[in-house]
């Protein structure tokens, strides 16, 4: 037998890394996450690959696998969840330690997501009840029957409703008639 010859050594992790990072941020953005998203997850898997080194094969497949899971795991937990255990970690300050002016944006920011998951028929009768119309004055404004303008207002507050408590945020109230 001839002398025996060693593989040839893996790269450094930081060589990987900066061979790696950028490729598997396309890769995360392709499977169906935005860039913010993906660069968290492929930081995580890289994470996750720096600590087992040393015991992977394939660095490449395993932390492209690892950062896509991040990002099943991650939407599937929901945001809620993420900011609560950070929170409990300290890893981030509580709302009332966090600027006014910022929640006010993200608050305002939420309520525009809320309105765009309704139908423009039912912005508008909701807009307009907002500003203090009658049902009878919100038909004759829009050129609806009372019964449409309504339907669009129940079918809105449910929807929100709904969208409220797929969120966490809607509290229940007790029913007034």
Request: net charge negative; aromatic share 6%; with cysteine.
């Amino acid at each position: 037998m001839g002398p025996r010859t060693e593989p040839p050594s893996r790269p450094a992790f930081g060589d990987f890394f900066r061979d790696a990072y950028q490729s598997l941020v396309r890769d995360v953005i392709f499977a169906g996450g935005d860039p913010d998203e993906a660069e968290d997850c492929v930081s995580a898997a890289m994470l996750e690959v720096l600590k087992r080194w040393d015991t992977i094969e394939n660095p490449r497949a395993y932390v492209r696998r690892a950062a896509v899971n991040h990002m099943i795991k991650n939407r599937q937990r929901g945001l809620q969840r993420i900011t609560e255990r950070l929170i409990e970690r300290g890893d981030v300050p509580q709302e009332s330690d966090l600027d006014p002016g910022l929640l006010v944006w993200e608050q305002q920011e939420w309520v525009t997501l809320l309105l765009k998951s309704l139908s423009p028929a039912q912005r508008q009768v909701l807009a307009c009840i907002v500003d203090t119309f009658t049902p009878q004055e919100v038909a004759q404004l829009l050129g609806k029957t009372e019964e449409a303008v309504r339907q669009n207002l129940c079918a809105a507050r449910k929807r929100l409703a709904r969208r409220l408590d797929e969120t966490g945020h809607h509290e229940p109230r007790e029913e007034t008639r």
